[in-house]
């Protein structure tokens, strides 16, 4: 029995990749600056969004859509702050684009400041799939270990923050903030790391306050690109 092997030499998620653009553009364009939260399970993506949420309220308008498995879980304790919107995966252990883009029409598409996508617990998957994102932030937290940018570099590649998150916990923990920060910057040397405990709130203005940079920095860049036409 003969076989044949047949060479594809093609980006099979080219069009995933470019209805990721156009999405992120017409986002951009209306002033949305889109995050894309990444970490393990339990790293404190929902702890961190309803410290944010407390942090902007009355001042920006903010928007979330939650990734699980199952159950609305997540959903519900950001719920009584902003809106929400759940997206069920039923198995998958990443987000893509048509289920974002399915949240966004169940929210109404509204035309928030920030809208931030809180991705499937996992360090693997998610990392290959472009959401419309304009800002990738890896979340690390001090009880997983320091060690996790050298196991999962394509996620810390991919990203342009890093939060390192329980900061309280820190006292009782083998973790060096030095080493995970060394770490990962040895795989991105451009990575903002940013550390702070959502319970107490160190380190939340200091995550704001990035947030805005790049809200800002995104929308002048869209501003010039429409002012060049």
Sequence with gaps: ???????????VQAEQKADAEVERGRLGRRGTLVVNLLSSPGSGKTSLLEATA???AGRRS????????????????????IPVAQLTTGGACHLELPLVQR???????????FLFIENVGNLVCPASHDLAEHLRVVLIS?????DKPGK????FRTSQAMLITKLDLLP????????VTADAQRIQSALQVISCCSLTGKGIQDW???LEEQHQFQLAAYHESTSNY
Excluded: N, W
Aim: with cysteine; proline share 6%.
């Design 208 to 210: 704001c306050d990035f």
């Design 142 to 146: 001090t009880t997983e270990g320091d």
């Design 1 to 11: 029995m003969s076989q044949q092997t047949i060479i594809v030499k093609r980006d």
């Design 54 to 56: 407390r942090h902007f």
């Design 62 to 81: 903010m928007a979330v859509l939650v990734g699980d498995l199952e159950t609305d879980r997540d959903a519900q304790r950001l719920a009584p702050l």
């Design 103 to 113: 949240g966004l029409t169940a929210l109404g598409d509204p035309a928030v400041d």
């Design 152 to 155: 999962y570099p394509k996620m």
């Design 172 to 179: 009782h923990v083998p973790f060096s903030v030095e080493a």
